[in-house]
Structure formats: structure tokens, C-alpha cells
């Protein structure tokens, strides 16, 4: 048996929490709310309308399974319907790829910073109940998705980081481990320091140790190194900076979010993108939907960008002209370094947004791959999971 795989978030928690890390007379507390609320029973929580379950999220929410057979949309979808909590369920979703080495943008496996370690980033946001939490650079714990809702649903907080957040996962039950790369990632991660530092690395009578000043010149070269490698074939160009989104709602009308990643393959440590940042990697109103991102974070940081989309649907617009208004948004407010020379972004940013109704749409810069192939999304409805187009802005 493969010892990466592994089905279940629950092996890294301990016995008495659900697979979200959350104890059970909180769980029990958050799901009467959710009933009542869709009962419309209590007032301290938005009234829902009927809308179309509905689950989408990055591209990669319909190719992992983690050797089971579910991908995270199709999971997440078919707990929504079977009455959990949306939010709950989307989390449940997403575990599938955090524990998938296969999937190295997320969680176990994830590309790691330029010293090897492996660090993650997620937030969510609970609708209905207007509760959000995340973690950044947390190490140690493959499914940083249950951490995040573990911040929601058990503190008076938003953002734990670092050793702080390692700290309250090890509070909470989670099993934090020493090194979270697996056999893939850390292959890839020896091939990039060969090529970034082929003078020193990998040569063990060596025993070069990294200056302030080499750092700064890996980050220089790194993104260079790392495109080279894409091109290669060797990592996924998805999974430079990686991350999965997955946005939710229920019959009832109740709108979630997660988003979850490594974030950039090997990052100066420390560096914190978008993802686990309210607003920017994922934005959730539980009157009018949610949006999130994958892409270039610093790019969703600058603009917040997901909370701009979720206004703009708030506006009126449908969910693609609502993603492409953030587009223009971002293209507005990026330095020249970063266009090419038709003016255009050097990158890619893709926003995933759901309407409270079930509308729904994939949005990027860039809609093809540079070989010229369909960039997708994932949709799980009653139809079924599947991948539908993203539609790009420039290309
Ligand atoms: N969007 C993921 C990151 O930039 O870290």
C-alpha cells in the first residue's frame, strides 16, 4: 500500500473531533443553527431562499481522488444533499486533495519554500452563520483546510499564523507531523536547487548553507527556474502556485467557501499569498455568493480581488461579468514589470464565483494553456461532476 495515500482527514486528528477538527457540542451547536437558519427560525442569522445545490471550484476539485472514488466537488456535493453543513461538507471536499500527493499545490505534498519546508496556507467562511477563519504558513498538519474552520467555529478570531497556528492545531487534536513533503515534492524540490544553485547543491561534501543574500537570488531566479521546469514537463504549470477553491450552496440557500494551497513553489520563507487572506483568496456574503482564486497571489492581495467580485454580484452583474470586472481591476493596478510587451499580464489569475442562486463561472487572464489547451474548471450539480471552460479576459 502506498503510504500517501490516505482517504481521511480523521488519521490526523484526534479520535473526539470530527474530520474538521471541530468538538462535537460545537459541531452540534453549528449544525442546529444551520437548521434553524433554513427553517428560518432564527433571526441572528440571514433568512435563506431555495436556490440549486450547486459545488464548484479550481479545475483540480475534478481530478484528485486520493485512491478513493469521489473527487472533492463530487464529495462535497453529495454531502450538501445528503443535509450537512455546507461548509462542513466543502471542507470534507477538499481534504480529498490536501491528502493527494498527487495534486503538489495543496496540503500534504505541496510544493515546498526554498528551504524544503512545506508551509499552508487556507481560509473559509461560513455563510449563514457569518463565521471565517484561516491559518497562514502553518507546518506540520496535511489538512490546514480543518484548521481553518477549527479557527471559525472554536475562537474569537480570524488569522492564526505561523508557530501560533501550529500551536492551536496541536491544541485542537491535530497530529502535527515533522515534514509534509512526500516522495514527489521533494524530488522536485532537489531539482530546483540543482538548477538554481547547481555550483553547491545537491553535493553533500559540501554542506553550503544559504546567505540572506543567496535567498534573494533564488527568489530572483527562481519563478524563471520554476517556468523552465513547467515547460519540462516536470511540475504542473497550475501548481506554481497551486491552491484549490471550492465554493458551495445548499437548497436552502446557504452559501460556504474554502481555499486552501502551499501556495508559490519555492517561496522566499515566510511568504504568505493570497489564499488564506479574507477578501482576497476567498470572499463568501451569504446573501449574494461567493467567489475565490487560484493564480498569483500577490496580484488577488493587492486588490481583494474576491471580495470586489462578491460586490459586484451584490451590483447586479452575473457571476463571469462580475469576475471580469475584477480582472480589469487587477490589470489596472499591476506594475509595468509584470505586463508583457502588448501591455498585457505576465500571469495568470482565475476567480471561481457561485451566485447564491447557483449561477455560476470560471474567469481568468488567460483561458488556454501556452500549448493552446482549454483551462477548466469544476462543477458538481444534479447533472453530475464535471469541467467546464474558463473564460479569459486577454487569452
Ligand atoms: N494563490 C496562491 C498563492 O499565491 O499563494
Redesign the pocket.
Known sequence: MNPDNNNTASKTMSDDKSASGIDRRTFLQASTLGAMAAAGAAPAIAQSRAARPVVISSGNGFIHTNGGTETCVEKAFRRITEGVDVLEALVEGVNIVELDPADT?VGYGGLPDALGRVTL?SCCMHGPLKRAGGVAALQGVRTPSNVAKAVADLTDHHLLVSQGAQDFARQMGFEIEDDLNSERSRERFMEWRRRIDPAHYPDPNRQARLSPEALQNFSRQSLAVAEEMAAEGLIDPEHL???INCNGVNGAGDVCGV?T????AW?IPG?????PILGA?LYVHNDVGAAG??????A??YNLASFFVVEELRRGAGPKDAGMAALRRVWENTESRLLNEDREPSFN?NFYVLAKDGRHAGVAFYGSNSNGSQRTYAVCDENGGRHEPIEGLVG
Open positions: 499545490s496556507d502556485y497551486g491552491t481555499t494551497t502551499s501556495g508559490l517561496k511568504r504568505v499569498g493570497d489564499s483568496g482564486s487560484t493564480g498569483r497571489g500577490e488577488n492581495l489569475l
